[in-house]
């Protein structure tokens, strides 16, 4: 499991941490590991260390003294390496003579662009964790600059300009190729938009204790997966391994349906129980499944319904499933068409999956808020409707109903961006809940197959939503390590 924690607790575990070591220990520790990766992306982009020409973009807090000091262990090594300050009197001082006692140099930040663009590397060091809002003025043209130039840019900490704690972006920020982060992830490093600000992420040990039960975000690996995955055992029947139900579909839209009934069958459930107009088309298609037309309440033995996709107007069936005992996954349609009180209401579980347009419709904002705002907004939903959120995307979250840490799952690709992905989802993710999973742990480890099952199924190229159904068995094989 990958965590992340907020920066107050970051704050508090580096204050323990730092009373029982020497004085500046800490830092020295983030800029060797800093040092170390700046030294590898060098190896890559210019061949080599010495004689590359290394530029430190340096900010007045801690995060440009990392940069000053992993720059004086680059200029050891024989790199020329310039620092621009972007406030100088208040520039790290300890940093700021570790790079001159090491040949480096210093630059003001009127310099900076030329620098830039001659640069193989270029440090952000600006600000890290005590950074409020987007950069700067004086800072931008600098992070404008190193997009535009040929040089690798490495992060230090997180990427300015971007919030550590919430992964929103509000104005300019710095783009890296790599952010070098210390101690623990920050939750802005796993989700969009500022991940996308990050690169690729390394996160360097420097000693700091988190406590396991503090963590403000958990992005699941294939070893945790591999241990939520529900896998019969030989006293397994169909009734033991769970039935979904699938309310799903209209005349209008009976391929939802379909799609729907394709993730449910391949999401460890024992049998799949289709009830909704489209039971034709989906045992043309899918003969395995058990077809009812007497709706949810008379339809027979589900341990847990998905009612949504494809739904169009038929707000009675999402009624019912609402008021069904067992969990209960709400998805496209039936978010419109569910009654927020029938939903808090509930007892059993209950998952609501939007993607960005439906929660800013179920939150009154625009998309554009929620899509900036992917942390926040997905807390907000979870707590009006007492119920766990999963809020698709390039990085899906999932919030239960009472707190705790989100699950954030980035295993998606943009390939997944395609008319009917969801429908598998919310089978798929159904059927967990049937096999017995609860709600963050269906809805994480369902994201977490489907977004592998896209890149599977897509492999650089146009995939359609049927292809990703079709891709599971084999993402669910590569999980588990079999096959
Ligand atoms: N505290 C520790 O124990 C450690 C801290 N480390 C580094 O220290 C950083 C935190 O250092 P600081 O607390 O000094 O804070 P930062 O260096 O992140 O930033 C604080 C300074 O940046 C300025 N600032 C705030 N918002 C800004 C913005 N939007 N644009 C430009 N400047 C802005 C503030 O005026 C303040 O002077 C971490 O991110 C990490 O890089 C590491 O050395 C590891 C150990
Ligand atoms: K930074």
């Not at 919030?163 to 920020?173: I, S």
Request: aromatic fraction near 4%; charge should be neutral; hydrophobic fraction near 45%.
């Amino acid at each position: 499991m990958r965590t992340a924690y907020s920066v107050e607790t970051v704050r508090t575990a580096e204050r323990e941490l730092m009373a029982r070591l020497p004085e500046g220990a800490l830092m020295q520790r983030a800029a060797a590991g800093l040092a170390a990766a700046c030294a590898e992306v060098l190896g890559r982009v210019a061949g080599r260390v010495y004689g590359s020409r290394v530029v430190l973009l340096v900010g007045s807090g801690d995060n440009g003294g990392d940069a000053l000091y992993a720059g004086a262990r680059l200029a050891r090594r024989g790199a020329g390496v310039t620092a621009v300050l972007l406030t100088p009197e208040r520039a790290h001082s300890g940093g700021l003579g570790a790079l001159r006692r090491a040949g480096g140099s210093v630059a003001a930040a009127g310099a900076g662009e030329g620098l830039i663009e001659r640069a193989d590397l270029v440090v952000d060091g600006i600000v890290g964790i005590g950074g409020k809002g987007g950069l700067r003025a004086e800072a931008v043209p600098l992070a404008a600059a190193a997009r535009r130039s040929r040089a690798a840019v490495v992060a230090v900490d997180l990427p300015s300009g971007v919030d550590a704690d919430t992964g929103e972006v509000r104005g300019e920020a710095v783009r890296a190729d790599l952010t070098v982060t210390f101690g623990t992830h920050k939750p802005g490093l796993l989700i969009d938009p500022a991940r996308e600000y990050a690169g690729s992420v390394r996160l360097v040990d420097i000693g700091l204790s988190l406590p396991d039960d503090a963590a403000e975000l958990e992005a699941l690996q294939h070893a945790d997966v591999a241990r939520l995955l529900p896998v019969p055992g030989v006293e397994s029947d169909k009734y033991r391994r769970g039935v979904v139900g699938v309310a799903a579909g209209s005349a209008r839209y009976p391929g939802a349906a379909v799609l729907a009934v394709s993730g449910a069958l391949r999401g460890g459930a024992g049998a799949v129980r289709y009830v909704g107009p489209a039971g034709d088309a989906v045992i043309a298609r899918f003969p395995e499944t058990l077809v009812s037309d007497l709706g949810p309440k008379r339809a027979g033995r589900v341990q847990a319904w998905v009612v949504g996709p494809g739904a169009g107007d038929d707000a009675a069936t999402v009624a019912e499933v609402l008021a069904a005992q067992v969990p209960v996954l709400i998805d496209a349609d039936g978010l419109r068409l569910a009654d927020a009180g029938a939903v808090r209401a509930r007892t059993a579980p209950t998952l609501m999956t939007p993607h960005a347009g439906e929660a800013a419709a179920l939150l009154g904002v625009s998309r554009e808020e929620v899509e900036g705002a992917r942390l926040a907004s997905v807390r907000e939903l979870a707590g009006r409707y007492g119920a766990a959120v999963l809020l698709k995307g390039s990085t899906t979250l999932v919030a239960g109903p009472g707190g705790g840490p989100v699950r954030v799952n980035a295993t998606g690709t943009s390939w997944l961006a395609t008319a009917g992905s969801g429908d598998v989802l919310s089978g798929l993710v159904g059927s967990l809940l049937a096999a017995g999973l609860s709600v963050v742990d269906a809805g994480s480890a369902g994201a977490y197959v489907h977004g592998l099952a896209g890149r599977f199924a897509a492999e650089g190229a146009p995939v359609g939503a049927h292809d990703v159904a079709d891709a599971v068995p084999g993402a669910w094989r590569d999980v588990r390590g079999v096959g």
